[in-house]
């Protein structure tokens, strides 16, 4: 079957490192994807990994390890904005997007 | 282009009657994706198209559920005899296929549909 996992809900403190897991097993990979989605908005781009290892992006990084069907989204410098659900999410061979079920990060100061 | 839209943003109906959504995306995107998500959870796949072709569709579109995208571009969902779990946020996303471009995925507001 198709799989992705992270965890439900995580809770930061503002200026904090914070790091979210996704393990996935699916038929086929064509990339991993991380969005943000702030409640009652449209998911938004964070960031894509197709090959091993680490991709950074201002505070946002993210890495992927393919043999391990793992992946994690890091946030450092946490800012109260950062408070959101994170999708993780695979591109399958057939195009497809195969969803985790979000992760709910709360910041608090 | 002002990015993947919507339309309506909110709708309210009644058990038992039906419901269309539009969804227009990006002008260049070939890819459109429906998916649904209910409060914490993740989207759930419902169906995607490659210009007008509908790819694959999930189980739930075999019964009350259908889209067409008839000319590649614009995107329906509609949902027959509506039912109070059929209430959740209905998501569209566009993408490319097309050599040179990036492959992210663009979605839209969403329509968040309740049935009373």
């Known amino acids: 079957g198709q799989n992705i996992d992270q965890p439900t809900e995580m809770t930061a403190t503002e200026g904090a490192i914070v790091q979210i897991n996704c393990t996935y097993q699916t038929s086929g990979f064509n990339g991993l994807f991380w969005y943000q989605q702030h409640a009652g908005e449209a998911p938004t781009f964070l960031s894509y990994?197709?090959?091993?290892g680490l991709e950074e992006k201002g505070r946002f990084s993210s890495f992927l390890s393919r043999s391990k069907g793992y992946s994690y989204l890091l946030l450092k410098e946490l800012q109260m904005k950062d408070s959101a659900s994170y999708l993780c999410?695979?591109?399958?061979?057939?195009?497809?997007?195969?969803f985790g079920q979000g992760t709910t990060l709360q910041v608090k100061p | 282009d002002t990015g993947v839209s919507q339309n309506p943003r909110h709708k309210i109906t009644k058990r038992g009657q039906n419901v269309t959504f539009r969804c227009d995306p990006i002008?260049?995107?070939?890819?459109l994706y429906w998916y649904r998500q209910t409060l914490g959870q993740g989207p759930e796949f419902l169906t995607y198209f490659q210009n007008e072709a509908q790819l694959e569709k999930s189980r739930l579109l075999s019964d009350r559920f259908s889209a067409e995208r008839p000319k590649g571009s614009f995107s329906t969902l509609e949902i027959q005899r509506t039912e109070q779990g059929d209430s959740a946020m209905y998501l569209c996303?566009?993408?490319?296929?097309?050599?040179?471009?990036?492959?992210?995925?663009?979605f839209g507001s969403g329509t968040r549909l309740t049935v009373v």
């Open positions: 996303a566009s993408s490319t296929t097309r050599v040179g471009n990036n492959y992210g995925y663009t």
């Open positions: 002008s260049e995107h070939n890819r």
């Open positions: 990994n197709v090959l091993d």
């Open positions: 999410f695979v591109s399958s061979n057939t195009g497809k997007l195969i």
